[in-house]
């Protein structure tokens, strides 16, 4: 085979991959507009631990402790506990002036998962209480959150995430582009799986875990970069499914810079790579030995930095092949298909107006989100790039993101 011939086939390849891939994702997105059946009702019973694992969180922790406090729910059904972990400032002195109780790592924290492990094993060693809710330090907790969570947890879900919102999705364009993502994973994955009967992800923050499935689980093991999305694959692997709880809501601090977004997901592209080489032939496996089609897709979502570069390389493939003046063949080949899959203008405007149906159904849209809007396509595309790097250089430590929103839940309905 000569090498016009190769450069054909991996053009041909390569756009095959992904049109599967997009129409694998455009398959779910009609159930973004099907209703997802609320659940009954339950008296509050649950008994929860509310763990924040927090480093140099002094400025925004109070207002989480206190937005905790004031909970509709049981005051002695549920503890606030803080786990400070590589402080240089008074994390521990604010949480605990707020009103919660402390928590000490005695091991080395690296990240994230390693706090939980710690707090955790104590917690499942304890019979006072049923489930953890688990939250960054940066969040808001809406006054409904646990009683959510406690009808999620009674009618039978042990794992279940919550509906991730906003601080600030007007202060910049990057805190919009964090924003848009963000809603578009509740409505776009969690609410479209949901309403298929698969999984929802754990989402970094706003999510419960019942104590019962971390004992049979053997506690809290993460090992890459991105332990909620590891935490979500094991949920899969054991047949568990992760619930998606729209009524549970917490508001989180976004990144305001690109060079703070940059180190962000550098770590959770880190993270799916390293979830791809620990769990995707586990996956694999139970997929197509035991048909379980929740499997297959959470295989396809570690696919995801894989097929960002699929479409890249068959852009690159096409446009060599244009300046070689040789014919070439995509999947399927037409002009329709070259307009709608690989066209950078057509990419930007399908970009641009899947971010104002997401803002509509979810009902976000104001007119201070254009330069979110506008900004998205770059956004998304620059995760090319990032997904590259880490392809060669694995991001390994956690890095400090400052927050510094330290405003109150009664300060958002003003910002709105």
């Known amino acids: 085979m000569d090498m016009i011939s190769i450069l054909n086939f991996s053009a041909w390849l390569t756009s095959l991959f992904f049109t ?39 400025q925004v922790i109070g207002q989480l402790v206190e937005s905790l406090r004031e909970q509709d729910y049981p005051r002695e059904l549920y503890e606030i506990i803080v786990v400070p972990n590589n402080c240089t400032d008074d994390t521990r002195g604010a949480a605990c002036r707020a009103g919660a109780r402390i928590f000490d790592c005695h091991l080395p924290v690296h990240s994230k998962g390693d706090a939980l492990t710690q707090v955790f094993d104590l917690l499942m060693q304890q019979e006072d209480y ?3 809710c688990v939250f960054d330090a940066d969040n808001l907790v809406d006054p409904g959150f646990l009683r959510a969570m406690n009808d999620a947890y009674c009618s039978g879900a042990r794992a279940a995430q919550g509906y991730r919102d906003s601080k600030n999705p007007y202060d910049t364009a990057i ?35 019942s104590l019962d499935l971390l004992r049979e689980m053997g506690g809290w093991h993460t090992v890459t970069m991105t332990e909620d999305i590891e935490f979500t694959t094991q949920c899969i692997l054991r047949g568990e499914q992760v619930r998606w709880v729209p009524g549970a809501v917490i508001y989180d601090e976004q990144p305001l810079t690109f060079a703070q977004s ?30 379980r ?6 295989m396809m979502f570690y696919l995801a930095p894989f097929m960002q570069i699929a479409y890249l390389l068959s852009m690159l493939l096409g446009v060599i092949l244009d300046i070689l003046y040789i014919q070439h063949q995509y999947f399927p080949y037409t002009q329709l298909y070259y307009q709608m899959f690989l066209s950078l203008n057509t990419s930007l405007l399908v970009t641009a107006a899947l971010s104002m149906y997401v803002l509509l159904l ?7 989100m254009l330069k979110g809007v506008a900004a998205y396509w770059f956004f998304l595309a620059s995760w090319i790039p990032i997904n590259l790097l880490c392809m060669v250089r694995k991001c390994t430590v956690w890095e400090e993101i400052s927050h510094t929103r ?6 958002l309905s003003v910002q709105r």
């Not at 805190?175 to 970094?204: E, K, P, V």
């Open 362 to 368: 979810e009902r976000k849209w104001n007119l201070r």
């Open 262 to 291: 940059w180190k962000q997901r550098k770590r959770w592209s880190t993270g799916a790579l390293q979830g791809f080489s620990v769990y995707f032939r586990r996956l694999a496996r139970a997929f197509f030995v035991e048909h």
């Open 406 to 411: 330290a405003i109150r839940l009664s300060d």
């Open 130 to 132: 049923d489930a953890v």
């Open 293 to 298: 089609v929740g499997c297959f897709d959470q």
């Open 175 to 209: 805190s919009g582009c964090y924003s848009i993502y963000y809603w578009m994973i509740n409505r776009m994955y969690n609410h479209t799986r949901q309403a298929a009967g698969l999984s929802a992800i754990i989402n970094g923050s706003g999510f419960m875990a």
């Open 20 to 58: 599967l891939y997009f129409f694998y994702y455009a398959y779910y997105a009609f159930f973004s507009i099907k209703r997802v059946r609320k659940g009954p009702s339950y008296l509050p019973s649950t008994r929860f631990a509310v763990v924040i694992a927090a480093r140099n969180e002094e």
